[in-house]
């Protein structure tokens, strides 16, 4: 999965090469900034969805947000509404996506709904930060995510998997959720901060959830205020108030032991120097953890989750997949050494990024009036890019709702357009965890899938939520077959 990020280069993923995006994507886009930068109001606007006197497409959209998404793409590439009295626009086109997250990226900033629904939630941190203030924390952050620091964390990542392999019974119903998250949760815990998080697991469980809540677009209140004292705003600030405290301990604690015995982003954030001298505030150190222990776990968790749901669904590519491991690797533990040898693991992997998106819409807005393609966009719109739409759309991939694996042979990627699959985002602002996430993705499922596979107790696929990831709404519970 090394070439998913659309960012340009899986090698880097910092902020130079980002910016400048892979050389192909970018000088295409940057043909097209020249196009985008004639007079923008020769341009038309995108169509616009109808909808009732004040509050425009709100209902539509809070009943049922898959099918408001349907009902959009059916009307064209790029199409306004209105929801609760903000402006939206959403981009179907891999082309205008490439536009906004890399060619011209400079002129967009992420989305005002973005910061409103987070708001509370690490303000401080790499993903809610702009300009220089973000440029200048990816710096110092991207050293915890070379290359040669991620296979120092493969062995966290293959020792935890094998644990939670032997505490499986046969037979056993596992919420399979919930055992991923606590999974990864582990996993980067130990990996970024060198912290055990068994006994807090529940503190960052309920600052999840509470977080997914507010933002689940199929509630009303998450269109409301943060200080509007919801019970959704409430509970999210009592569970934020707990996160940050464990954070708060858990700095401590780093900060009474030997720092100099450590080497991980704990350690580049208490100590690493900005361009002016200065360290991080503690505020912004709490900030940058919780925003990793909140991306950094609850996406590879739904990923995974969503894996096991798809291999449990197909027996033949779970077979396949075991055929390669037991192949490869024999009695041995995967190591990321393997990883290259185990292409089958890759697309089972890969596909399930595809239909299942954990960061499922990326949301962006024009500092300044643009022109996207042949459209004419007011300064402020809160654009959206709907990863979960493209990802399924038939201009692209064949059967698009089928799990096919297979479908990643050959030359399939090199041929799609770019941005018509970008499950890490794209641009400057790609996915710092990128290369953690694939890694510990395959080392996970290598590890663990030639131990045992999960069967589903439900039937079909699960409804899916649109929370600030895409969730299943119900806990997905299935029957451990050990092998
Ligand atoms: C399957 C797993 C993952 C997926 C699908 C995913 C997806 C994404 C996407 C789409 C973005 C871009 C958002 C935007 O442009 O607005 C992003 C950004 C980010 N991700 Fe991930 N992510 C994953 C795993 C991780 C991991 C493991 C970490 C940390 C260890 C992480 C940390 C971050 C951070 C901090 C950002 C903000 C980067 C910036 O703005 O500079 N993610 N992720």
Not at 165 to 188: P, R, Y
Not at 276 to 294: H, I, K, N, P, Y
Not at 334 to 346: C, N
Request: include cysteine; glycine fraction near 6%.
């Amino acid at each position: 999965m090394s070439d998913t990020a659309r960012e340009g280069d899986a090698e880097g993923s910092g902020v130079s090469e980002g910016a400048s995006g892979r050389t192909d994507a970018h000088e295409s886009g940057a043909e097209r900034t020249a196009a985008s930068d004639e007079s923008s109001t020769d341009a038309r606007e995108p169509p616009r969805l109808d909808g009732w006197p004040l509050v425009g497409n709100t209902v539509e959209f809070v009943r049922d947000p898959f099918g408001f998404y349907d009902r959009l793409e059916s009307r064209g590439d790029a199409v306004r509404y209105s929801v609760a009295g903000d402006e939206f626009c959403t981009f179907f086109d891999p082309d205008y996506v490439e536009q906004i997250l890399v060619a011209e990226n400079e002129r967009f900033r992420k989305a005002q709904i973005l910061r409103d629904s987070a708001a509370g939630f690490a303000e401080q941190g790499l993903l809610l930060t702009e300009g220089e203030v973000w440029r200048d924390q990816r710096v110092r952050i991207q050293p915890a995510f070379t290359p040669e620091k991620i296979r120092g964390y493969a062995d966290a990542m293959v020792t935890y998997a094998d644990r939670l392999c032997d505490n499986l019974a046969d037979g056993e119903v596992v919420d399979v959720g919930d055992a991923m998250s606590e999974l990864t949760l582990k996993i980067l815990a130990k990996s970024l901060f060198d912290v055990d998080v068994a006994g807090r697991r529940a503190v960052v469980r309920e600052a999840t959830a509470a977080l997914n809540d507010r933002g689940d677009a199929s509630g009303a209140s998450a269109f409301l205020p943060d200080w509007v004292p919801t019970p959704k705003n409430r509970r999210f600030e009592r569970a934020m108030s707990d996160f940050e405290s464990m954070v708060d301990d858990l700095i401590a604690e780093r900060r009474t032991g030997d720092e100099s015995e450590y080497d991980d982003l704990l350690s580049i954030l208490l100590d690493a120097e900005g361009p002016d001298g200065t360290t991080m505030s503690e505020a912004e150190v709490r900030d940058q953890m919780v925003t990793f222990l909140f991306a950094g776990h609850e996406t590879t968790s739904l990923a995974l989750t969503y894996a096991w749901h798809l291999l449990g669904r197909n027996p033949d590519e779970l077979e396949r997949l075991r055929a390669e491991l037991d192949a490869e690797l024999g009695d041995r533990r995967a190591t990321m050494a393997d990883l290259p040898d185990l292409p089958y693991t890759d697309r089972v992997l890969k596909e399930t990024l595809r239909l299942y998106p954990p960061a499922y819409v990326i949301f962006r807005e024009p500092t300044e009036d643009v022109r996207v393609g042949p459209y004419h966009v007011r300064e402020g719109t809160n654009l959206t890019l709907p990863v979960f739409e493209i990802h399924r759309d038939d201009r692209f991939y064949d059967d698009p709702d089928e799990f096919r694996p297979d479908r990643w042979r050959d030359d399939f990627e090199s041929e799609l357009p770019d941005y018509a699959y970008f499950p890490f985002g794209g641009g400057p602002r790609h996915c710092i965890g990128m290369r953690f996430a694939t890694a510990e993705l395959r080392l996970v499922l290598a590890t663990m899938a030639r131990e045992l596979a999960f069967e589903p107790t439900y039937d079909g696929d699960p409804d899916l939520t649109m929370a600030a990831t895409l969730r299943p709404e119900n806990p997905l519970e299935m029957r451990v077959e050990r092998r």
